[in-house]
């Protein structure tokens, strides 16, 4: 139980183009989901809360205008990046909270969607 | 602020040999504390965790006690296995919500 899936797993895209990320709970419904952003050889950086139903809660230096948050249900969640450029290339992991658990303060993981912008 | 430290890598190991990834923590309360796994090209994978000081998690031969005092969460295995090769990383939460990472130590072990 508790599988978190991510859509898709690898995209290229052109500069300038909008990609958009999935993140699913599976068997599980996830009210809070986190999108972090992971550069080569480095640790994992929280680009926002995404609460179902409400707006994203963005950390300091993520534009929120650029990295476009939507939970519009239970089990899904997406990231969109607008007129990407190169430097968005990154690896964007996203994360659930299974609130049905007795273990509040676990995060169930993605595997990881990896951005290539041309 | 709340920060967790841990060792550079990388680490290379010959298979068979003991494993030690330190890891420390700087927070204001009590978190738990976590080790996460990372196999190339994947995401994150919950190895272990610790809920409460002097509590040891355990999972696939690793281990790592809650140290108070210390403010430490070592990651140890007594063998390691080529299978073993990826990147570690410890965490510390304190309510599930915010999770803060240390920088990853990626291990590679050698047959």
């Known amino acids: 139980g508790a599988v978190v899936s991510q859509h898709p797993s690898r995209v290229i895209c052109k500069s300038g183009t909008s990609v958009k990320i999935e993140c699913r709970s599976l068997d599980f419904q996830a009210t809070t989901m986190f999108w972090y952003r992971q550069f080569p050889k480095q640790s994992l950086m929280l680009m926002a809360t995404s609460n179902e139903g409400s707006k994203a809660t963005y950390e300091q230096g993520v534009e929120k205008d650029k990295f476009l948050i939507n939970h519009a249900s239970l089990t899904l969640s997406t990231l969109t990046v607008t007129s990407a450029h190169p430097e968005d290339s990154s690896f964007y992991i996203c994360s659930a909270i299974n609130p049905g658990t007795l273990d509040y303060n676990e995060q169930f993981f993605g595997p990881g969607t990896r951005l290539t912008v041309l | ?111």
């Open chain 2, 1 to 111: 602020g709340d920060s967790v430290t841990q060792m550079e890598g990388p680490v290379t190991l010959s298979e068979e040999a003991f494993l030690t990834i330190n890891c420390t923590y700087t927070a204001t309360g009590y978190p738990s504390l976590f080790w996460y796994v990372q196999y190339p090209g994947e995401g994150l994978q919950l190895l272990l965790k610790a809920t409460k000081a002097d509590d040891k998690g355990s999972n696939k031969g690793f281990e790592a006690t809650y140290r108070k005092e210390t403010t430490s969460f070592h990651l140890e295995k007594g063998s390691v296995q080529v299978s073993d090769s990826a990147v570690y990383f410890c965490a510390l939460s304190f309510t599930g919500n915010q999770f803060y990472f240390g920088t990853g130590t990626s291990l590679t072990v050698i047959p």
